[in-house]
């Protein structure tokens, strides 16, 4: 299996209520859902966003992971 090169996601309801770690106006009541973020590494912490600031981070990196893809797979296009 090939490494994993990818931050730890997760979707998960907030056991209590939390705040955005992006921007702390954010509210995320308890009940909601929120994106799980954890870095690699010893220091291992977890990040939590709310949903419309997870949603464009995952679009972001979605984006970002289509262009390199599409940039390795051109390799073998012609
Ligand atoms: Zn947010």
């Given at each position: 299996m090939a490494k994993n090169i990818l931050y730890k996601l997760e979707v998960r309801a907030s056991r209590r209520a939390n705040t955005c770690k992006r921007n702390?106006?954010?509210?995320i009541p308890k009940g909601d859902l929120w994106l799980i973020v954890t870095p690699p590494g010893p220091a291992a912490r977890d990040y939590g966003y709310c949903?419309?600031?997870?949603?464009t981070m995952l679009e972001?990196?979605?984006?970002t992971?289509?262009?390199?893809?599409?940039?390795?797979?051109?390799?073998?296009?012609t």
């Open positions: 702390s106006n954010h509210k949903v419309d600031c997870g949603t972001d990196a979605q984006a992971l289509e262009a390199q893809l599409a940039a390795l797979r051109s390799q073998n296009a």
